[in-house]
């Protein structure tokens, strides 16, 4: 990747002063190229000037957990076991509000909870009726890691993510690149938070053509990659052939 800097002509500079001017221009151009910052191949957000209450500042996301635990969904279905009272074991569906019934207890809102989460608001919970409950949950059903392929690919859709697999990778999963895409500009869509996309351009012509796929970003769950149009197929394939006889043969003046 090329960084750009100022050019110097040395040539302008007078036989006198010659031996200084170029002493200064060589101290200056190693100043100048010291304090310049390689540029990313991505695109990501600022650093959080402010940090909200929620850990978010107005310019960016807060940094991310590593390891992130599952949070639950809505249509999750998990089981709670209770080994000391079996009475109040029972299957648990998350409705399409966030909340889930309790044997005993009624209503409670779970949505985005983690499991050691969950197990502490319902140990709270148990607790107003059960003298410190032992409750044991297993996930039955629950979203699958996914990823989205869009844009111009074979077939566009939503395919489980069952490895660790590149985008290019996944490209070919999703029927490969068609005519009309454009290789160089494959944007990459990656949620932070529950506010913020990080948006990372990857140029996989470039990666083929070269024969190097070391800047072959990995995916993640919940990741969207989008190929766009490229310019030559933005044309439209059918003209009326009015427009292109008078371009043709420009009506006479």
Known sequence: MKVSGQRYNTKTISVGLGSIGIL??????????????????TTTTQAPAEPTARGEGADGPALQRRNPRYQ??????FDLAFPFTPEFNQTVVVHP?????LTGLGDLYV??????????LLKTA????????VINIVLK?????????????????????????????????????????KHSQVLLFRRVSHDWVE???????????????????????????????????KIR????YTSVSTGINPPAL
């Open 24 to 41: 200064v221009l060589l101290g200056t151009a190693v100043c100048a190229a010291g304090g310049q910052e390689k540029p990313t191949a």
């Open 72 to 77: 639950l969904c809505k249509g999750d279905t």
């Open 97 to 101: 509000d966030g909340y889930i019934t």
């Open 111 to 120: 949505a985005g909870k983690t499991v050691p989460e969950l197990r502490e």
């Open 126 to 133: 148990y607790g107003k009726i059960l003298h410190d409950p």
């Open 141 to 181: 059903d629950f979203e699958k890691p996914y990823f989205i392929a869009g844009g111009e690919i074979g077939h566009p859709g939503k395919y489980e993510l069952r490895d660790d697999i590149t985008v290019t990778q996944a490209i070919a999963i999703a029927g490969g690149f068609n005519e009309s895409s």
């Open 199 to 233: 948006v990372k351009i990857l140029n996989v012509k470039k990666m083929f053509q070269a024969r190097n796929l070391t800047e072959d970003l990995h995916l993640q769950p919940g990741d969207m990659f989008f190929v766009p149009q490229n310019s030559i197929s």
């Open 237 to 240: 394939k059918w003209i009326p």
